[in-house]
């Protein structure tokens, strides 16, 4: 009995912060992808990372959170472009904003559920790579891979 309810206590309370903090730097990284992914495609352009999140423009911080976590009302957590990572994944954490999200708003496609996480980090990830290899083609340095950075031949 007593390790059914130590076991049940466990699985509660790894429900209750399974987000946290892990949910709140998801966002600031799926942000940052986003934001370069607009800077490669220009505003208003035919973004990847969540294309709906506001027509002809590109969302701040705070609409970003909002269009991924399905809220009606945008939440107020930063006024700034490029939020400092800590500090924003503090106020989300206070704000209880770190619940579920929706995955298939990030990058459409995906799916949902938590067996496609894997699938949406691997998907995003490129973006972080992509101005990389496109600094490559304007300067001449070879970025890639990252311990070998050389003028290019």
């Known amino acids: 009995m ?3 309810l130590f076991g049940l206590l466990a699985y509660g309370v790894g429900l209750v912060s399974a987000y946290g903090s892990y949910g709140a730097y998801e966002r600031m990284y799926f ?3 986003y934001t370069i992914d607009a800077e490669l495609n220009g ?3 035919k973004l990847k990372i969540a294309p709906g999140c506001k027509k002809g423009g590109v969302c701040s911080f705070d609409e970003f959170v909002g269009y991924i976590n399905n809220l009606d009302k945008t939440p107020s ?4 472009k490029h939020p400092p990572v800590d500090a924003t994944a503090d106020k989300l954490v206070s704000k209880q904003l770190t619940g579920e999200y929706n995955q298939d708003k990030i990058l459409p496609g ?3 559920g ?3 996480i894997p699938v949406l980090f691997d998907k995003v990830s490129w973006f972080w ?3 990389r290899m496109v600094c490559t083609h304007w300067t001449g340095v070879r ?7 050389q003028p290019r031949r």
Not at 143 to 149: G, K, S
């Open 2 to 4: 007593k390790v059914t």
């Open 43 to 45: 505003n208003g352009g």
């Open 31 to 33: 942000y940052y992808a």
């Open 143 to 149: 970025v890639w891979p990252l311990t070998r950075w």
């Open 77 to 80: 957590i930063t006024k700034e």
């Open 129 to 131: 790579h992509a101005p």
């Open 114 to 116: 938590s067996g496609k």
């Open 110 to 112: 995906t799916g949902t």
